[in-house]
């Protein structure tokens, strides 16, 4: 089973950008539909963002306007730019299929502190 490797997090000030990386082997990638995952302490999983086969996005109401998910197929790669973090973004990012078939890696933590 596809295991992705996230990376990218870090800590950094209310405001602040980071970019997230997730690459996943398997010779498939172009024909998922992909999207970031994130879990706060004592919150559930939750889906942030998704991305299409063809490209089309969508966005949970609380990161619109300020995340960003692309993908480079070539790469096996998806993205997620986010500008203008909150404190309230802090948490372990994840990224899986919509109909998460890939195993859940480790994740990348983002913590948004002042």
């Known amino acids: 089973q596809v295991q992705p490797v996230e990376s990218g997090g870090g800590s950094v000030q209310p405001g602040g950008s980071l970019r997230l990386s997730c690459a996943a082997a398997?010779?498939?990638?172009?024909?998922?539909?992909m999207g970031w995952y994130r879990q706060a302490p004592g919150h559930q999983r939750e889906l942030v963002a998704s991305?299409?086969?063809?490209?089309?996005?969508n966005y949970v109401d609380s990161v619109k306007g300020r995340f960003t998910i692309s993908r480079d197929n070539a790469k096996n790669t998806v993205y997620l730019q986010m500008n203008s973090l909150k404190p309230e973004d802090t948490a372990v990012y994840h990224c899986n299929t919509l109909i998460k078939d890939y195993s859940w890696g480790q994740g990348t933590q983002v913590t948004v502190s002042s």
């Open positions: 398997g010779r498939y990638f172009s024909l998922k539909e």
């Open positions: 991305i299409g086969r063809g490209g089309s996005t």
